[in-house]
């Protein structure tokens, strides 16, 4: 059956080309030529202000969308669908909740270091899912679908970049006394032995993609090469580049390409339900929601906690709640990507797919 134009791309070519990493790719490009990582203050600012735009939005959206509708999820959809939910839903936030309270009860700053690096494990595994996953969406759009061994081979790779990531994070950050609002990081002791050989996978499962993919890529339109592109600086850009410059303005980016997927699946949902409110009347209400959402999460709520309840600050600082929220957002909002995204959920095959 012959698919139209706009049943081929979240928005257009050119849209998805820089929402899904090609336009970090430029914009980092001309940081760099431009500013040469002198000017890491005004980054800093700039990326902070950024935030509350995008990045902190990017993780409300997840919240809006993943309990939206909470108590049908857990009891109409598929049982294993429902147990994900549950679990992503209800435990982990209580898990997260008992231990936090737990580590400060404790005055154990180990146990909060230790979760600081339980998130940098995370952002690592998010960010090459992601990028895995929306090249299994553009391919989908495009009805350009990869074979199991090739899901298989780039998936290999995310995972083996995901370790080398993890690894030199934990690397640099032994070297030098790193502090997150406060509290010293927990890190690991890595060697050079185990980075280059960890190096030496990353390479090999690379050359493995490569080969699988070979024939697809000599054939050029046999690939959805704007899937592949955010597959490929979502884990190369995004993960392995220490530049301090760039490290700034990677999580606004991707939070960037999250949104473009979020937006898509947000407007084929609105237009798909019979309301008496504007789809796009709808659409705003949602953004704004969203930005409402992440200001009180990564500021209002834990600044005010940090000046009127009364904790240890001789032991764990001045900025205690903001380092809790940060954390256990980032750390959850994971968990509840890892099932609302997920092939076979029925709410991404009847909107993110379904233009209206």
């Not at 997840?62 to 429902?82: A, G």
């Not at 006394?177 to 190096?199: C, D, H, Q, T, W």
């Amino acid at each position: 059956m012959p698919h139209t134009t706009k049943k081929m791309y979240l928005f257009s070519p050119v849209i998805d080309f820089l929402l899904l990493g090609g336009g970090s790719l430029i914009v980092l490009l001309c940081l760099k030529l431009i500013f040469n990582g002198a000017e890491l203050a005004l980054s800093f600012t700039a990326t902070l202000f950024l935030a509350n735009i995008i990045n902190h939005p990017h993780f409300a959206h997840s919240y809006q969308i993943f309990y939206r509708n909470f108590n049908k999820k857990i009891v109409e959809y598929p049982l294993n669908l429902r147990l994900r939910y549950i679990f992503s839903g209800i435990i982990v936030p209580l898990a997260l909740l008992f231990y936090f309270v737990a580590s400060i009860y404790f005055q154990s700053l180990l146990a909060l270091g230790l979760a600081a690096n339980l998130m940098f494990f995370l952002v690592g595994w998010h960010y090459v899912k992601q990028g895995y996953g929306m090249a299994m969406v553009d391919a989908a759009l495009k009805q350009r679908f990869y074979s199991e061994y090739e899901k298989k081979c780039l998936l290999h790779n995310a995972y083996a970049v995901w370790g080398l990531a993890y690894l030199l994070v934990n690397y640099s950050m032994g070297m030098v006394n790193s502090k997150y609002y406060g509290i010293e990081y927990f890190v690991f002791p890595v060697s050079e032995a185990i980075l280059l050989a960890s190096i030496g996978i990353c390479i090999f499962t690379a050359l493995k993609a490569y080969v699988a993919l070979r024939k697809k890529i000599i054939e050029k339109n046999k690939i959805a090469w704007n899937g592949l592109l955010a597959y490929g600086v979502s884990l190369y850009a995004w993960l392995l580049i220490r530049d301090p410059l760039v490290l700034l303005w990677i999580p606004f980016f991707h939070s960037l390409q999250y949104m473009a997927v979020v937006w898509r699946y947000e407007l084929n949902r609105n237009r798909s339900m019979v309301s008496r409110v504007r789809p796009s009347l709808k659409f705003v209400f949602f953004g704004v929601i969203g930005f409402g959402l992440g200001y009180a999460g990564f500021w209002f709520f834990p600044e005010w906690l940090n000046a009127n309840v009364s904790y240890a600050k001789d032991i764990f600082g001045d900025y205690l709640f903001l380092y809790i929220f940060w954390i256990f957002i980032n750390v959850h909002h994971y968990a509840l990507d890892t099932v609302m995204w997920r092939r076979g959920n029925p709410d991404i095959q009847s909107h993110l797919f379904n233009r209206q």
